[in-house]
Nanobody, 121 residues
Framework: VQLQASGGGLVQAGGSLRLSCAAS????????MGWFRQAPGKQRDLVAT???????NYADSVKGRFTISRDNAENTVYLQMNSLKPEDTAVYYC????????????????WGQGTQVTVSS
């Protein structure tokens, strides 16, 4: 499966962005998906996951501000980011599919190409 991430950009603190991750080559239905991010000089961290049934989990740093969702008909996963902060600045990657959320990020999964999010203060 190929994953194409889009929607990043430059936004002021307090603003919003919506990232999209469109899959081709295979259906995402029945699989977990996730978003990760990597800031300069830092490791890639998990941001949010969504199970095949729609259950979601978030990193503590984004809880209450970010929402992950999926549209199986469109074979797309989204990340709605509100109340953005400068510390949210990073390259955001979608990842999957995986049988369960805990399996996201492992070598057996696929990564999108990344989309840059920059939040100015």
């Amino acid at each position: 499966v190929q994953l194409q991430a889009s929607g990043g950009g430059l936004v002021q603190a307090g603003g919003s962005l919506r990232l999209s991750c469109a899959a081709s080559g295979s259906t995402l239905s029945g699989y977990a998906m996730g978003w990760f991010r990597q800031a300069p000089g830092k490791q890639r961290d998990l941001v949010a996951t969504i199970s095949s049934g729609g259950s979601t989990n978030y990193a503590d740093s984004v809880k209450g501000r970010f929402t992950i969702s999926r549209d199986n008909a469109e074979n797309t996963v989204y990340l709605q980011m509100n109340s953005l902060k400068p510390e949210d600045t990073a390259v955001y990657y979608c990842n999957g599919p995986a049988p369960k959320p805990y399996a996201l990020g492992y070598p057996e999964t696929n990564w999108g190409q990344g989309t840059q999010v920059t939040v100015s203060s």
